[in-house]
C-alpha cells in the first residue's frame, strides 16, 4: 500500500521499565504502531531520533514488541498540542488500508507493556539527548514485521527504557511504515 | 536473489557529533562499541532483517564472534533464533510462514517472535 510517517515532535520521553505497563500512560511519551486488524501486516522501515535535551541524558530508547496491550485499546488519539504529533501518507495522492493502523503515544487508562522476554528482540536505538542523532533504516525485504494487532506480534513500541538506563528527556522522532 | 550479500543491508547512524555522547558504560549497555559512540563521534552501521522472527538487528562493527546463517532461508537469523533453533523440537518457520498462519484467522501466537507457540484460534 502506502508508506507512512508517525512523527512526534519535542516529546517528554518519560523512563519507564520494560516488562511492566508504562507509568503516566495520559502523558504523551511512546510511539506504539498497532495493525488494524487480525490479517494486517505492517513493515516498519525508517526510525529517526533527535535529541532536544538541554543538558546530558541518556536516552535509553528501544524499538520492542508489546507484550500486554494498552487499555483501552488503540490507546488516545494524537492531538497537535504538545506535543505536536501526526501521523499521514508519504504520498499525499496515496490510498489508506482498509483497516487504518492504530498508532498512538498515550493511553486513557493503561500503558503498554513493552517486552521483556529474552525470546523476542528489542532494537537498541539509545543515544545522548543533548545533542544526539539517531537514524535506523530497513534495507528492503529487512524490516521489522507487525502481523495481525494482539500482543507480541501485532503492537511494537519505541519508547525510553530505564531498565536500559534511561532518563527523561526532550526529543522528537519518526517512524516511517508501510501497512498492507 | 539479491546481487550481493550487502545489498540486503539497512543502516543506522548514531550521531554525536555535536553532543557529549555515551559514556563505555552507557555504550556497553546498548550494545554499541564504546569507541564509537562517545564525544564527537559518529557510528555508522549495517543493520539486517531476522527471517525468523521479523526483527532488524544492529550489526556490531567492532563484532569478531562469527554470525549465525541459516541454510533453509540462506540468509542471516538474529542470536536469539540461532539459540532457539538448537533447542529439542525446533520446528523451521520463517515470519511469512507465521504471518500466513496467523493472518488466515486459524491460528495465533502465544509464544514469542523467536519462540513462537501456534495455537488454534477459539471458534
Known amino acids: ?180 | 536473489m539479491p546481487f550481493l550479500k550487502t545489498s540486503n543491508d539497512g543502516e543506522i547512524s548514531i550521531d554525536h557529533s555535536a553532543s557529549p555522547g555515551l559514556t563505555p558504560e552507557q555504550a556497553r549497555r546498548f550494545g554499541y562499541p564504546a569507541e564509537l559512540v562517545g564525544e564527537g563521534k559518529r557510528m555508522t552501521a549495517p543493520t539486517l532483517g531476522c527471517p525468523h522472527c521479523g526483527s532488524a538487528v544492529i550489526l556490531n562493527p567492532m563484532r569478531t564472534r562469527e554470525r549465525a546463517h541459516c541454510y533453509a532461508c540462506n540468509k542471516y537469523i538474529c542470536d536469539i533464533c540461532d539459540a532457539v533453533r538448537h533447542e529439542p523440537g525446533y520446528v523451521h518457520r520463517t515470519i511469512e510462514d507465521i504471518a500466513a498462519l496467523m493472518t488466515s484467522g486459524k491460528w495465533r501466537n502465544a509464544g514469542s517472535m523467536s519462540k513462537p507457540v501456534l495455537v488454534p484460534m477459539e471458534d
Not at chain 1, 504523551?28 to 495493525?35: E, I, L
Not at chain 1, 498515550?106 to 503498554?112: I, L, M, Y
Request: charged share 5%; hydrophobic share 45%; net charge neutral.
Open chain 1, 1 to 180: 500500500m502506502a508508506k507512512r510517517v508517525f512523527s512526534t515532535q519535542n516529546m517528554s520521553w518519560i523512563a519507564s521499565a520494560s516488562g511492566a505497563a508504562i507509568t503516566s500512560p495520559t502523558t504523551p511519551q511512546w510511539m506504539a504502531v498497532k495493525g488494524g486488524n487480525a490479517t494486517a501486516i505492517i513493515d516498519i522501515l525508517e526510525i529517526l531520533i533527535s535529541g532536544l535535551a538541554s543538558a546530558s541524558t541518556l536516552g535509553g530508547f528501544i524499538f520492542s514488541r508489546v507484550t500486554t496491550l494498552e487499555a483501552a485499546a488503540g490507546g488516545a488519539a494524537l492531538t497537535t498540542s504538545a506535543p505536536k504529533a501526526s501521523d499521514g501518507l508519504m504520498n499525499p495522492s496515496g490510498q489508506a488500508v482498509t483497516n487504518p493502523v492504530v498508532v498512538f503515544n498515550a493511553a486513557s487508562t493503561t500503558g503498554p507493556t513493552p517486552s521483556n522476554v529474552i525470546t523476542n528482540a528489542d532494537l537498541n536505538l539509545g543515544l545522548n539527548m543533548f545533542g544526539g542523532i539517531l537514524r535506523w533504516n530497513a534495507a528492503p525485504t529487512q524490516q521489522w514485521w507487525i502481523v495481525g494487532n494482539t500482543t507480541t506480534t501485532g503492537e511494537s513500541i519505541l519508547y525510553n527504557c530505564s531498565t536500559a538506563g534511561g532518563a527523561t528527556g526532550l526529543a522528537s522522532a519518526h517512524i516511517m511504515y508501510e501497512p498492507y
